[in-house]
């Protein structure tokens, strides 16, 4: 298919000289923050420059560049093929995308080529395969001379470079956190319409503790027999690929391990290709193969050291007076039940852990996960407090893929419903103002909230929460779940997240809002309606932070109507419908901050802190 794919390229680029068509932009632009939308800027905005500086603040004279080389062209600029395609050609990698590519200019600094599997100050031999105006797509074939920033990272997984997942197993894990902090900024500074100032400096990326074997999901594929779509039955011939798409393509390689999902997984992939392998016969067709960890616990009598794995008598949320970072795995053995499902036992000192898979999505699956509430003292002699909740869901419902993660993330979270005292004069204390505004948050609406996630992990600090979401399964296991960790105060709706503020029961100042779309990001309606009602503040958590700057850009600034209605990537030039209406709120953000999901991958999740600017101070502005 791979051939196909070039062969088709190949005969359209020579037979027609013709430049490939950019789509014409609609009038009314509202950006998802998609690949080609983020590569289309970052290549426009690399095409300007004749200097340019890494995610990590290095800046390097482009290929010594003359001043005058920069292209500055206008957006109906014709442009000419910089190679051919299928061609091997040499190339010095520059800068690295925020979709986790190597960017490379022609010689003559007027078009960028696209390498996967590179990092600015490699050498590569590249072959383009795909021309597109201004930018062309490679495939990656070796490196020449490899930059000095690899520093030595080694790629643990033996597809990389083949496979279309974790790029970024030849990058250090803390320059990966670097590039990822980067990619929050540009998103800020492409889709949110903000002017500099309006952005606070992005904190630094929350790594994940397990940087491989994190993932508590996998859904490897395989295509059906040749000619599976006629009427006529196709037969198999012999076992198909089983794994993910090659780079580029949409070939299926076969993949025998994956180093990203958790032990329990490897071992779960293993023994389902061996059950299509025996089974093959029964598929039609092909088919995703769902690989969903989930989790036994039993809590340890500290005085027998007995645990039981008898589910009904967990105590499901209990306090452990330490960080759960800290708890130390003891012992690690597998088991397989009669049935021949592997089990993994985890032995800690507090607790066991078993840890199964399931491949029915209809089954349920369960994760744990603790979150701090106060941090330690050490002036204080006291230890942190953390809770653990107990997470029940369908397996093909959504839940966070990263679990080792969850447990600082929703920590990070919790922190940050509750704004940080206002800075006082050092003379001082906290006084009753500051007292009033600390105590005003009292509510808490989950929109897009799952099985419950941020519901039920922040439970603790509301007089009373309400989480809403689309998927009536997740629904159905958030209630269970609130009634499994013994939480009274937490309701659930099942509907779109813009029936949210029909009726809301909770006075806007005193009401947080943690919004978590999908990756498009927030509908119109729900903006709208969420600005209308002026919640005091919001926590928007995205894993696009390309769709989340445009919806904070919104929140900040309204909808708004630009001068010449061109596009430039930004959403000021996205044109007013009357949709913008007087009298909503505006937001200004307090913090941003990146957290590491899905390390080795070019994926960032974004937590993005937001205030309600009071109407008095937005009128005098
Ligand atoms: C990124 S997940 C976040 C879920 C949850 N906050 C968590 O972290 O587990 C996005 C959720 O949005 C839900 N969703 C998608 N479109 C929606 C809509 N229009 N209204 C409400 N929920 C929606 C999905 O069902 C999914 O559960």
């Known amino acids: 298919m791979q051939k196909k794919r070039k062969f088709e390229e190949s005969t359209k680029a020579s037979k027609s000289s013709k430049v490939p068509k950019t789509p014409k932009r609609k009038t009314v632009f509202f950006p998802e923050g998609s690949h080609d939308e983020v590569i289309d800027i970052e290549v426009t905005e690399l095409l300007s420059k004749t200097s340019i500086s890494d995610t990590n603040g290095h800046v390097s004279d482009v290929n010594n560049a003359p001043e005058d080389a920069a292209v500055h062209r206008s957006p109906d600029a014709k442009y000419e093929k910089p190679a051919e395609l299928h ?119 929350m790594g994940s503790p397990l940087q491989y074997g994190y993932r508590t999901k996998l859904s490897p594929h395989f295509d059906g027999p040749k000619g599976w779509g006629n009427k006529k039955q196709a037969q198999w011939n012999g076992v198909p690929e089983i794994g993910y798409n090659m780079k580029g393509t949409r070939k299926v390689m076969d993949i025998e391990s994956c180093p990203i999902g958790t032990d329990i997984l490897q071992e779960g992939l293993r023994t389902e290709r061996e059950r299509v392998a025996k089974t093959l016969q029964s598929f039609k067709q092909g088919a995703t193969i769902l690989l969903r960890e989930s989790t036994e616990r039993a809590y340890r009598d500290v005085d027998e050291r007995s645990p039981r794995f008898d589910t009904s008598n967990i105590p499901s949320t209990v306090t452990l007076a330490s960080n759960p970072n800290d708890l130390t795995l003891e012992s690690k053995e597998s088991e397989s039940s009669q049935s021949g499902t592997p089990s993994i036992i985890y032995t800690y000192p507090t607790h066991i852990d078993r840890k199964t898979y399931t491949s029915d999505e209809k089954a349920e699956a369960t994760e744990y996960i603790t979150t701090m509430t106060t941090p330690a003292d050490p002036a204080k002699n006291s230890p942190a407090t953390t809770k653990t909740y107990r997470f029940t869901n369908t397996a093909g419902s959504f839940f966070q893929n990263n679990n080792s993660i969850l447990g600082p ?105 943690v919004v978590d779309p999908p990756r498009k990001g927030c509908d119109r309606e729900f903006l709208k309606q969420l600005r209308r009602f002026g919640a005091g503040r919001v926590i928007y958590v995205s894993c696009n932070v390309h769709s989340q700057a445009r919806d904070v850009g919104i929140l900040v600034n309204g909808f708004r109507k630009s001068e010449d209605n061109r596009y430039s990537g930004n959403l000021a030039d996205a044109v007013d419908e009357g949709w913008e209406e007087d009298g909503l709120y505006n937001y200004e953000i307090e ?25 008095e101070r937005k009128a005098s502005d």
Not at 445 to 470: H, K, P, R
Not at 591 to 615: A, I, M, Y
């Open 87 to 205: 061609q091997e050609v040499e190339l010095e990698i520059i800068q690295l995308s925020s979709t986790g590519d190597g960017l490379a200019y022609n010689t003559t600094r007027d078009h960028i080529f696209i390498i996967p599997f590179a990092i600015p100050g490699d050498r590569v031999l590249a072959k383009p395969w795909q021309w597109k105006g201004n930018h062309t797509y490679c495939d990656y074939i070796k490196t020449i001379r490899p930059s000095p920033e690899r520093g030595g990272a080694t790629p643990q997984c033996k597809y990389f470079t083949k496979c279309s997942g974790c790029q970024f197993q030849m990058l250090p894990y803390e320059s990966q956190l670097e590039h990822k902090k980067g990619i929050v900024q540009r998103a800020f500074k492409h889709f949110s319409g903000l002017k500099d100032e309006q952005v606070p400096e992005v904190k630094p990326t």
């Open 409 to 513: 993330f929703t920590s990070y979270v919790y922190n940050q419903c509750i704004p940080p005292p206002k800075p006082q004069p050092q003379s001082s204390s906290l006084d009753d103002e500051q007292k009033h505004e600390r105590s005003k948050i009292k509510y808490l609406l989950d929109a897009y909230s799952g099985s419950g996630l941020f519901t039920l992990t922040l439970s603790s600090l509301f007089t009373s929460s309400l989480g809403i979401d689309i998927d009536a399964r997740s629904i159905e296991a958030a209630r269970r779940n609130a009634q499994r960790n013994n939480i009274s105060n937490a309701g659930f709706i099942d509907a779109d997240a813009s029936a949210l503020f029909a009726e809301v029961p909770y006075p806007a100042a005193e009401t947080v809002v």
């Open 591 to 615: 913090s941003l901050r990146g957290f590491d999901f899905f390390p080795q991958t070019g994926h960032v999740e974004g937590v993005c802190v937001l205030n309600r600017v009071d109407k």
